[in-house]
């Protein structure tokens, strides 16, 4: 592929540029869905630079939050803002030029395959009418290349495991060269070792000048890899924000009790990393 | 990595046209009287020539061009929106046994336009309404569709094929009883209407089904990109930057425009749309851009090669040409369904 030769290493994550991004902003939003209260008075920011975990039990509003930050739901009350300009008067178009998603997963009815499937994250920076360009081409391979599924861009996604669905959908949200990442638990299907190229590679976005808003179950990669933990407050009180700081600060055992009901222990690794594991009274008392 | 490039469109379409000329010239050589190649030939050289009205007259000449020259266009032209609509229901509905057949669309066209042909003389509207009431019909069917549906990936593939199942049923007995009641009930008339035919009697609509068809295409081309991404779901198109309702709305009334068309000329021909893409898909891939032209000319090329096995596999007896393509579609049809439900709800 000769596109493929005038790529270096690094142009799968500097689709957008080297320019820093934006900020978003969550102003007191609140969100409604079929008459339930999912989302109340939730307020904090995402900066350039930083990666942020969301954080907190099944069905806190996690995902209603990145569909609220990509413009697929309406708030309730309060706004999204995103460079100044909240997102629901933005154009589909303009949002997508900045904004990428990356679902848990996804299913297709036809088999398309693994590269057309990434390519098709620059639809965003493409005409209505048309084919991809050599630099469209070239961003796909490098970012299929630098998750290691090169091998994959001409199998039919109907093929794919649950992971490797994972890392084409990761591709294509990077091929799409946005200033802000919403990840849906990035990293469910993942094997350790592709965990950890997913969480190097979002950093390295967020490092280069762009943010990411990762939501995870995985408390101790969530640790290591974020900047600061938004963690969401379950029960009477969901969908509120229970707290946002450093890992340090937030998952913490107390707020852990709060948050998710259970006993945790919390303690630094032998390189200084927080780990968070349940307790094993909690395996004993069920 | 195997990328959508222009030489890849010339050389598959290219491929596919120089085919579809061969099935017409076949077409044209091929039917109950004796005229051969030799035959199709001489007309085409009396074109050039300028000297087709000293050729007109000769029975050959007529046969050709006043009967199988108009069934051609017409199957050209109605081969091409079945299998271009066949296509866009599947993206936008994300559902490969979606066919204006099988969902009922063309049911509801069929029915809207006998309504006209039974009762226009009643009502005092003249039987060109026909494709309008029938592109009219189909749009209602498609809406019917998405409400009771409850739009695209919101139901598995037996929902939506019950719902036109439906659909098709009240249709049939819609046209039934419409025609008994305005007291035209000719039975070989509304046979042909149910099962689909083609007819030279027809060409005189030639021209209003070419225009709906070149619109119909032309939109789906211009939107093939946002189908790509539709196909993949509502919320990660409007996600890469498609306005998806709008880019919807736009298929669905130029697809509606399509199917009434063909509907009004050629009644209820089953499962052009279901055959054609589902074999391009095996050969070309998913692609919109590559799948929607190709489409066009394949199912051109299967509507007219069917007709032409319509008229002459009986001899002396001509079998609809809806028959011919339901003979090859449900058996398809009943394999992909086997299919998608093995692999649980589409979605």
């Known amino acids: 592929m000769t596109a493929h030769s005038k790529v270096n290493k690094s142009t799968a994550n500097s689709a957008a540029g080297d320019r820093p991004g934006p900020t978003i902003e969550f102003v007191q939003v609140s969100v409604e869905l079929g008459g339930n209260l999912i989302l109340e008075g939730v307020d904090f920011e995402v900066v350039p630079g930083e990666v942020v975990g969301l954080v907190g039990p099944n069905g806190v509003g996690k995902t209603t939050l990145l569909r609220l930050a990509s413009s697929m739901l309406a708030a309730k009350s309060g706004e999204v803002v995103l460079g100044g300009r909240p997102v629901g008067s933005m154009t589909r178009r303009e949002l997508a030029q900045q904004v990428a998603m990356v679902p848990q997963d996804f299913h297709v009815s036809f088999p398309f395959r693994v590269g057309e499937l990434v390519m098709m994250g620059r639809a965003p920076h493409q005409p209505l009418v048309g084919l991809e360009s050599d630099r469209d081409v070239a961003l796909a391979l490098a970012a299929l290349e630098r998750l290691g599924i090169a091998h994959l861009a001409d199998r039919g996604v109907d093929t794919l495991s649950g992971g490797e669905r994972q890392l084409v959908l990761f591709a294509r949200a990077l091929v799409q060269g946005p200033d802000l990442l919403l990840l849906d638990e990035p990293t469910a299907f993942l094997d350790l070792k592709h965990r950890v190229d997913v969480l190097q590679e979002i950093r390295a976005f967020a490092r280069s000048g762009r943010a990411a808003l990762v939501v995870s179950h995985d408390l101790s990669l969530a640790a290591r890899s974020c900047d600061r933990i938004v963690l969401l407050q379950p029960g009477a009180e969901a969908g509120r924000v229970a707290a946002v700081g450093q890992p340090s600060e937030i998952l913490t055992a107390e707020n852990l009790r709060r948050a998710f009901g259970i006993e945790t222990l919390t303690f630094s690794g032998p390189d200084g990393a927080l780990v968070v594991v349940p307790s094993l009274s909690e395996f004993d008392r069920r | ?347």
């Open chain 2, 1 to 347: 990595m195997i990328r959508l490039s222009l030489s890849r469109m010339i050389f598959v379409l290219g491929t596919l046209s120089f085919g579809l000329v061969l099935i017409c010239l076949i077409a044209l050589a091929t039917g109950p009287s004796n005229i051969g190649f030799g035959a199709v030939v001489d007309v085409a050289n009396s074109f050039l020539r300028g000297s087709a009205d000293t050729a007109a007259g000769d029975a050959s000449f007529d046969i050709v061009l006043r009967v199988r020259l108009p069934r051609l266009i017409l199957g050209l032209l109605v081969g091409a929106a079945l299998a271009t609509a066949g296509v866009i229901f599947q993206a936008l509905l994300r559902n490969p046994l979606a066919d204006p057949y099988v969902l009922g669309v063309s049911g509801g066209a069929a029915l809207a336009g006998i309504v006209v042909l039974a009762l226009g003389g009643l009502l005092g509207i003249s039987t060109s309404f026909v494709p309008i009431a029938a592109f009219g019909g189909g749009l209602l069917a498609t809406a019917l569709l998405y409400w009771v549906s409850g739009g695209p990936g919101r139901s598995g593939p037996t929902g939506l094929l019950l719902t036109g199942v439906v659909f098709n049923a009240f249709a049939s007995a819609g046209i039934v009883f419409l025609a008994s009641i305005a007291g035209f009930f000719d039975g070989s008339r509304i046979f042909l209407w149910l099962i689909g035919h083609l007819s030279a009697v027809e060409i005189d609509a030639a021209g209003l089904v070419a225009v709906s068809v070149a619109i119909g295409f032309g939109v789906a081309c211009l939107l093939s990109r946002s189908l790509n991404l539709i196909a993949l779901g509502d919320e990660t198109a409007a996600q890469l930057g498609i306005p998806v309702d709008a880019h919807r709305r736009w298929l669905l009334l130029s697809t509606s425009l399509m199917v009434g068309a063909a509907v009004a000329v050629s009644g209820l021909i089953g499962f052009v749309g279901l055959i054609v893409p589902h074999a391009l898909r095996l050969v070309i891939g998913s692609d919109h851009r590559l799948l929607i032209p190709a489409a066009a000319l394949s199912g051109a090329g299967f509507l007219v090669l069917s007709d032409t096995l319509a008229r002459t596999i009986l001899d002396g007896r001509e079998l609809p040409v809806g028959a011919v393509t339901a003979l090859i579609g449900g058996p398809l049809f009943i394999f992909l369904l086997r299919r998608a439900q093995s692999k649980g709800p589409l979605s």
